[in-house]
């Protein structure tokens, strides 16, 4: 064999073995591989069908836990921590689930005015990925005063109550709230932990004394 002959073969060699490896690496690209172990809950693509570069082939749940995603508004995100407690409402579920704060949005939506939020939910085998949910907020706290719906008197636009002082009626001008069943908010007129008449008072007076049975 001459040396071009030996050099023409060694060439088709080393072009076969370049073949192979892109062979092999193009292979390679055809097993994929998820980074945790779950569940296929939505098929993408087809056998036969082209994988583009991009193209999603399927979801996959995974079994370590699902997250709730919220949109907060601007305004009340700010008291809003990583890691804080919230209790989730999710329909189907009768029991409310608490969920822990894992992320919170650095940007808030200019259209919508609100901050996207995700919590880590509790294992919990009644979930289902795509469910519905609400989520519970706190405000603000409130330390209006509860009296019985009966004790307060409407004469005209005023709104009356009256407080046992020394053994007498004393009558306050109130300013009344929201009614949470035979109870009523009282916003001001009458401070903590006076005590309210609550029977017999439609005929009481200013400064009248008070007759226990």
């Keep these: 064999m001459t040396q071009s002959e030996f050099d023409s073969v060694e060439t088709r060699h080393q072009i076969a073995a370049a073949t192979v490896l892109e062979a092999r690496t193009m292979l390679g690209y055809t097993r994929v591989e998820a980074p945790f172990d779950g569940l ?3 098929q993408l693509a087809n056998a036969g069908d082209l994988a583009s570069p991009g193209k999603p082939l399927l979801e996959l749940e995974s079994k370590a836990g699902l997250r709730f995603e919220a949109d907060v508004a601007e305004a009340l ?3 809003i921590r990583i890691g804080d407690p919230l209790s989730i409402a999710i329909d189907g579920i009768e029991t409310s689930l608490q969920g822990a704060v894992a992320e919170i949005s650095p940007a808030a939506n200019p ?3 609100t901050v996207p939020i995700k919590l880590d939910l509790p294992p919990n085998p009644s979930l289902r990925a795509g469910q519905f949910g609400r989520l519970s907020l706190p405000v603000a706290t409130s330390s209006n005063i ?6 307060v008197i409407k004469r005209g636009q005023m709104e009356i109550v009256f407080v046992a002082d020394a053994g007498k009626a004393v009558m306050r001008l109130v300013k009344t709230g929201r009614r949470h069943g035979e109870q009523i908010e009282i916003l001001s007129g009458i401070e903590n932990r006076e005590k309210v008449v609550a029977s017999g008072h439609q005929t ?3 400064g009248q004394p008070i007759v226990t049975p």
């Design 204 to 206: 009481l007076r200013d």
């Design 40 to 42: 296929i809950s939505r």
């Design 146 to 151: 509860l009296v019985p719906a009966r004790s």
């Design 77 to 79: 995100v700010g008291p």
């Design 111 to 113: 259209l919508s005015r």
